[in-house]
């Protein structure tokens, strides 16, 4: 089914072919925080063309790692159980990448999937098992979030989704340079002193909690 063919009988090739197109893995990525809507799939891609995004789920179906459902009188798309076995492969992945993410650009943007994603990347079961049930509301660029953690499990809520509710124990507010608190180059303190999170409710000591739960250590 795929458009690309390496033309060598390799199951590393094979997966490539199935997930290496341009779009196809972020597509998956989205997919893996729950079931989206075509128009949310897009809306979590701004720059992808309609027609890639279009080619991309027809693939993906091909191949037996997405599928469409309906859900509340509308289609949704969800990853198979087949599909699902991708998660510790774009955890992983998301891992790697961090080591060499850089700075933001102006231009770049968090979206509420990525930004999902990137702290299950970087949650810490053993650590979080060591502290009380702590919730978090995050504003983090245009991603809003409620992320729960309770013993060595973590919940994240889009804003937008049912089950949002307020009143979280710590809520702050913070652009791409989170990753700075995420790897460790700044201390909590030193965030907030610098304005890269800005504590909106809440004992801005949680932070340190935080910080602690998410962690990825950079190049």
Known sequence: MAARDYGQY???????ELVGERWALLIVRD????PRRYGELAGGLPRIPSNILATRL???QSAGII???PH???IVYELTPYGRELEPIVLALGAWGFKALGDPREEQIITPDSMTMSLRTAFQPDVA????????????GSAGLLVRVSGGTLQVTRREDPGWEGAADLAFA???????????????DEAVATGVVRV???PGDLLNRFASTFHLAAA
Not at 10 to 15: G, L, S, Y
Request: proline residues 6%.
């Open 10 to 16: 390799c199951a590393i090739t094979r997966a490539l």
């Open 31 to 34: 997919l893996l925080v729950g």
């Open 58 to 60: 027809k693939d993906l």
């Open 67 to 69: 599928r469409r459902i």
């Open 72 to 74: 509340s009188r509308v």
């Open 129 to 140: 098992a060591r502290f009380p049930a702590t919730s978090y509301e995050a504003d983090v």
């Open 174 to 188: 913070a652009g791409p340079d989170i990753h700075r608190i995420i790897s460790g180059e700044l201390t909590p």
């Open 200 to 202: 909106l409710h809440g």
